[in-house]
C-alpha cells in the first residue's frame, strides 16, 4: 500500500471487513405476544431504595395473565442497580424466543434492552440496570416488557399447535 495516502489504506483494510458479514440474513422482526401496554415504574433519584416494582404481564388483548415482571428495588437514588425479572407463564414459554424492555424516561431517549433467557428455566428471563441522571434529578421511569416471537422459528409462529 506504498504511495497511498493513510486514509485511504486504512479504508482499503476495512473493506474486506465490512463485507466479511454479507450472508445475507436480515432483521428479524418479531411479534409481540403480550399486551403493549404492560410497563412497570421505577423511581430514579428518590433518596431511599423502594420495595420491588411488580406487574402483571398480559396477553395481547389483556384478557388472560400470561406473566409477570418484578424490577428491585422499585426505585432509588441516581447510580442504583435494578434487577429486572420476568417470568413468562406456561401458557407462552413455547412461544417466547426473546424478551425486551423499553426503557422510557422523559426527555431521553428509549432504550430498548435483551434479557438473558436462564439456563435451567426458559420461563424466566433477567437483566441487571443501573439508573443515571444528574445528582439532584427524580424521575420515574417506564419498562414495557415485550415478550416477543420470530415468527420464522421452529419453535412458535402461525403454524405452531397451542
Known sequence: MRGLPRATAALLLLVPLLGADCSGDEEVVYDQLNNTGDTVPVEVGVPDERD???????????SEIVGSVTV??????????????????????????????????????????????????EGLWFIELQSFGAEDEARTDQFEVQLLEDPTSSQGGADSAG
Open 52 to 62: 420491588a416494582s411488580v406487574a402483571e404481564l398480559l396477553s395481547n388483548t389483556g
Open 72 to 121: 428491585s428495588p422499585g426505585g432509588g437514588p441516581v447510580g442504583t442497580i435494578h434487577a429486572v425479572r420476568v417470568e413468562v407463564g406456561d401458557v407462552l414459554v413455547d412461544r417466547v424466543d426473546l424478551v425486551r424492555v423499553n426503557a422510557t424516561a422523559d426527555g431521553r431517549d428509549d432504550r430498548l434492552l435483551d434479557l438473558v433467557q436462564d439456563s435451567a428455566n
